[in-house]
């Protein structure tokens, strides 16, 4: 069974940066494809970064290019999100994913293609 744990979250002003890390456990984290989603207060679970298991590919959601990084480290069985230029648009609660099943090296940006989630770290966003 794999366990995702979020840790980095909390509250920034307009403007300012966070790291979000990811730590796996209960598994072969380099077999694994990861993504990034977040949810604000009534809205959906949207993808926001993701990156394949070999951190060739990468993906931003329109709303995090240029801002965010997504990284990896595999030796440390951890996923990165560096958030930069922050705004009160991106207060949600973030989310890591992994993907179990990749076998071609690619990044996966639905929901439905991921098989574990973390329990999510709320980041605050003050105007």
């Known amino acids: 069974q794999v366990q995702l744990v979020e840790s980095g979250g909390g509250l920034v002003q307009a403007g300012g940066s966070l790291r979000l890390s990811c730590a796996a456990s209960g598994g072969t984290f380099s077999r694994y494809a990861m993504g990034w989603f977040r949810q604000a207060p009534g809205k959906e679970r949207d993808i926001v970064a993701a990156i394949s298991r070999d951190a060739i590919r990468t993906y931003y959601a329109v709303s995090a290019k240029g801002r965010f990084t997504i990284s990896r480290d595999n030796a440390k069985n951890t996923v990165y999100l560096e958030l930069n230029s922050l705004k009160y648009d991106d207060t949600a609660v973030y989310y890591c994913?992994?993907?179990?099943?990749?076998?071609?090296?690619?990044?996966?940006?639905?929901?439905?293609?991921?098989?574990?989630w973390g329990q999510g770290t709320q980041v605050t966003v003050s105007s």
């Open positions: 994913a992994a993907n179990n099943y990749d076998a071609g090296g690619f990044y996966y940006t639905n929901i439905s293609q991921y098989d574990y």
